[in-house]
T-cell receptor, first 112, second 117 residues
């Protein structure tokens, strides 16, 4: 199975930068995803990493180190609307190809 | 981007009744659909994986006779909660994965909030 750990809650100030970490232990790693989920809504895709390194997309960046089983999501120039839960998900391949397991999510609160 | 439509968005039913939730991929063929359940303030828990034309694969601890999944076509999968009970009250979300070119991410439906009285 997969063990995925991420902090439960984080607080940051509007305009600042925040880094949300995710560590995982899995067999058959085949990609790591970050999703944003506002309360009562379905998750929306933010980023995808399958190779080591940093992927940048506007205010959001995601980093992956497969050897360390570690990823982070970096949010810059925080806005109030960024207050949400951020889910780290690991996809596996092999016989379970395409199946993703989600972490418990990190609830980010952005304060003025 | 690809769109996944999920209906209904909210259901309130009496204990003992059955509820059907539909998940449709609107502009792509979903070879695989995943059904998740999410309790308040918890993460998504995968219930089952359904592939078009074959039986669903259920995760450990999920009763296949209670949560019936049908993936009869490349654009439609249904989840039926049979004889629902209050403990089945939860947020149910489907996601779809298409053929080549869509392997990088899941497309989620908007979710169904089920409340069993």
């Amino acid at each position: 199975g997969q063990n995925i750990d991420q902090p439960t809650e984080m607080t940051a100030t509007e305009g600042a930068i925040v880094q949300i970490n995710c560590t995982y232990q899995t067999s058959g790693f085949n990609g790591l995803f970050w999703y944003q989920q506002h309360a009562g809504e379905a998750p929306t895709f933010l980023s995808y990493n399958v190779l080591d390194g940093l992927e940048e997309k506007g205010r959001f960046s995601s980093f992956l180190s497969r050897s360390k089983g570690y990823s982070y999501l970096l949010l810059k120039e925080l806005q109030m609307k960024d207050s949400a839960s951020y889910l780290c998900a690991v996809r596996v391949g092999g016989t379970n190809a395409g199946k993703s397991t989600f972490g418990d999510g990190t609830t980010l609160t952005v304060k003025p | 981007g690809a769109v996944v439509s999920q209906h209904p968005s909210r259901v309130i039913c009496k204990s003992g009744t059955s509820v059907k939730i539909e998940c449709r991929s609107l502009d792509f063929q979903a070879t695989t659909m995943f059904w998740y359940r999410q309790f308040p303030k918890q993460s998504l828990m995968l219930m089952a994986t359904s592939n078009e034309g074959s039986k669903a694969t259920y995760e450990q601890g999920v009763e296949k006779d209670k949560f019936l999944i049908n993936h009869a076509s490349l654009t439609l999968s249904t989840l039926t909660v049979t004889s629902a009970h209050p403990e089945d009250s939860s947020f149910y979300i489907c996601s779809a994965r298409g053929r080549t070119g869509f392997n990088e991410k899941l497309f989620f439906g908007s979710g169904t909030q089920l409340s069993v009285l």
